[in-house]
């Protein structure tokens, strides 16, 4: 069964704190996504990883294809970042299906 | 560019009513179309994809259908609504070729009364 387990399910940091929330995946998984879901509920795709890492402004994500582990870190957190962060996984074979970590609420204080 | 548009944003629809909400893809040919749902307190669950026209795979038994009449147009329905059935509904595609991004739809909130 394809799985995606997200830790933690709550944040909360000060304004400039480094920030990372860790995701982990199961068998059957090739790729992720971290999304990122504001208030209103609309998401943002902020990475598809393979490998490796990837790096947007203050955002950086990273991937463990041998130990089945990504985290998203976030430099320099300011309180616009409050969202919640989900980790999605790409299922093998076809359809591409994602599935869904259950989402970390970051909340970043002023 | 590639745009997703999801419409309505939001629907107050009484138990038993008929539900359609639409979902339609520009700028791209042949993507893969999904429907997704978040309930209250819960994370996103795919519902339905599609992998073409005509084409529906469904993931959950449910009290809701998919549609695919044209390319880019994905329609999910239900003939009867039911309380259950209330949530945050996203449409997303990606690209028809092995792991892409996946672009989502802005959403629609609907609760039924």
């Known amino acids: 069964k394809n799985e995606v387990e997200q830790s933690p399910q709550n944040l909360t940091a000060q304004e400039g704190e480094f920030i990372t929330i860790n995701c982990s995946y199961s068998?059957?998984?090739?790729?992720l996504h971290w999304l990122q879901q504001h208030p209103g509920g609309g998401i943002v795709s902020l990475f598809m990883?393979?490998?490796g890492k990837k790096k947007h402004g203050r955002l950086i994500a990273t991937i463990n294809i041998q130990e089945k582990h990504s985290s998203l870190h976030i430099t320099a957190s300011h309180p616009r970042d409050s969202a919640v962060y989900i980790c999605?996984?790409?299922?093998?074979?076809?359809?591409?299906?994602?599935?869904f970590g259950k989402g970390t609420k970051l909340t970043v204080n002023p | 560019s590639q745009t997703i548009h999801q419409w309505p944003a939001t629907l107050v629809q009484p138990v038993g009513s008929p539900l359609s909400l639409e979902c339609t893809v520009e700028?791209?040919?042949?993507?893969?179309l999904y429907w997704y749902r978040q309930a209250a307190g819960r994370g996103l669950q795919l519902l339905f994809y599609?992998?073409?026209?005509?084409?529906i795979s469904s993931e959950v038994p449910q009290n809701l259908s998919a549609s695919r009449p044209q390319d880019r147009q994905f329609i999910l329905s239900s003939k009867k609504l039911l309380l259950s059935d209330s949530g945050f509904y996203l449409c997303?595609?990606?690209?028809?070729?092995?792991?892409?991004?996946?672009?989502f739809g802005q959403g629609t909130r609907l609760t039924v009364v």
């Open positions: 990883l393979s490998s």
């Open positions: 068998v059957g998984i090739s790729a």
């Open positions: 599609s992998v073409g026209i005509g084409q």
């Open positions: 700028g791209t040919s042949n993507p893969n």
């Open positions: 999605a996984g790409i299922t093998q074979g076809g359809s591409e299906k994602l599935v």
């Open positions: 997303a595609w990606s690209a028809n070729r092995g792991p892409t991004e996946a672009f």
